[in-house]
């Protein structure tokens, strides 16, 4: 399979511990993506790559919320003392960066926090 | 979704046409979108638009925009059960870095046989 992967694809965690989720793209997209998506809602932008530099960054993230993409492949998005408010699906993202200039996006399944 | 508004829910008979509609308040929008979110899965791009364009049309989905209503649509002909999902706008800004999309809540399509 060379879609977007995620891992893990469920997670539960108790109020003020921390969570990493991992995101491997389709291999020859040099740019990768995060959203957040709450229950009932569309996706949000929390960030973006575009190979291992991190060009842009949403409001949303907080100063809780690091991501990463040390080598240009795959991508880190750590939750640092998670609250319940931070309970939704992670999405993750990639394409290139000039997909026949339409924007495409592929996306991987998601990750589900939930924080009890 | 920085103004960009849809209905929730649509139900539609097997093999009739489906028609989901979406508007957006910012004219800057360059490219619109709709993505098709199914139970476990993750977003696909079903079509998108460029905003020079009034409509495009491929194979069941036509896609309709009027710039000036600041209106999308959607048009799934001959809508089969496997239709059922959640389908969302999405556009993106002038000037912004194509895949900052801006998403609809989404529209519940059901298609019942």
């Known amino acids: 399979d060379t879609g977007v992967s995620q891992d893990p694809r469920h997670k539960i965690t108790k109020r003020g511990q921390n969570v990493t989720f991992r995101c491997d793209p389709i291999s020859e997209h040099n740019r990768l993506y995060w959203y957040r998506q709450t229950l009932g809602q569309g996706p949000e932008f929390l960030t973006y790559?575009?190979?291992?530099?991190?060009?842009?960054k949403s409001r949303l993230l907080s100063d809780r919320f690091s991501a990463e993409r040390p080598k240009g492949s795959f991508s880190t998005l750590e939750i640092q003392r998670t609250e319940q408010g931070d309970s939704a699906m992670y999405l993750c993202?990639?394409?290139?960066?000039?997909?026949?200039?339409?924007?495409?996006?592929?996306f991987g399944e998601g990750s589900r926090l939930t924080v009890l | 979704g920085e103004d960009v508004e849809q209905s929730l829910f649509l139900s539609v008979r097997e093999g009739d046409s489906s028609v989901i509609n979406c508007t957006y308040t910012d004219s800057s929008s360059t490219y619109l979108y709709w993505y098709k979110q199914e139970p476990g899965a993750g977003l696909q791009l079903l079509t998108y638009?460029?905003?020079?364009?009034d409509m495009k049309q491929d194979q069941r989905l036509t896609v309709l925009l009027n710039k000036k209503d600041k209106h999308l649509s959607l048009r799934i002909a001959d809508t089969q059960t496997g239709d059922s999902a959640i389908y969302f706008c999405a556009r993106v800004d002038r000037g912004s870095t194509l895949g900052r999309l801006y998403f609809g809540r989404g529209t519940q399509l059901t298609v019942w046989p």
């Open positions: 638009i460029f905003s020079n364009m």
């Open positions: 993202a990639s394409s290139l960066a000039h997909q026949r200039n339409t924007g495409e996006l592929f």
């Open positions: 790559f575009q190979n291992e530099a991190q060009l842009e």
